[in-house]
């Protein structure tokens, strides 16, 4: 038996954030297929706060623990941004944006379902992408304060959860560059071109046409 020494780079920066709405389906669900055709990229991240809710259940036979059953119940981020697009956060809301230019907000409404992707840079040049296909929003802040004589901050806090987006269960798609499946010649550009949910369209985004 040998002793492997190993040194995992360290995070340096959360990157940009991604999403991309869903088209839903003819009767208003979730279609994993289908999504607007427009990635929107946005550079406000100042912080991502992940929580991975898990169960886990043991399961007894013959007076014993037989398996123990690990099940992910949710994934729910809570984003700090500086700012964020009005418009996709109403769209996000279900806000009923009217033609006339007034908006209203606050009502019981379906709220759509998106793809959201985050980028982690690490110290050495290291990466994570990743997808998650089917999220809504749960909340959002909008706190204000007055204006002091030096500038600060003032920035708000989106709070979405990702659901499964298959049989399977699966909440999250990622690739990171330290292991030693990481696709060669993907970058962030290709991975985050369009919400990427199975192998098939990570492979048609490192080589288009496959």
Do not use: H
Request: include cysteine.
């Amino acid at each position: 038996m040998s002793i492997q020494t190993k040194k995992p780079m360290v995070k340096e920066t959360v990157g940009g954030l991604y999403y991309a709405f869903n088209t839903p389906s003819e009767n208003g669900d979730f279609n994993p297929k289908a999504y607007e055709a427009t990635v929107v990229k946005s550079d406000v991240v100042k912080n991502i706060g992940t929580t991975e809710n898990a169960e886990t259940v043991p399961v007894r036979a013959s007076g014993q623990d037989y398996i123990t059953v690990n099940q992910s119940e949710s994934i729910e981020m809570a984003i700090e941004v500086v700012a964020f697009d009005p418009a996709d956060l109403a769209k996000m809301r279900g806000d009923v944006i009217a033609t006339g230019g007034l908006n209203r907000s606050g009502r019981t409404a379906v709220r759509p379902f998106f793809a959201f992707g985050k980028v982690v840079r690490k110290v050495g040049g290291g990466v994570e992408y990743a997808w998650y296909p089917k999220c809504q929003l749960v909340e959002n802040t909008d706190d204000i304060a007055t204006k002091e004589e030096s500038f600060s901050e003032q920035n708000d806090t989106v709070t979405i959860k990702a659901y499964s987006y298959n049989d399977l269960a699966d909440k999250k798609v990622y690739v990171n560059s330290e292991m030693d499946n990481f696709p060669e010649g993907l970058t962030e550009e290709k991975f985050f071109a369009k919400p990427i949910l199975e192998d098939t369209d990570l492979a048609t985004a490192i080589t288009p046409g496959t």
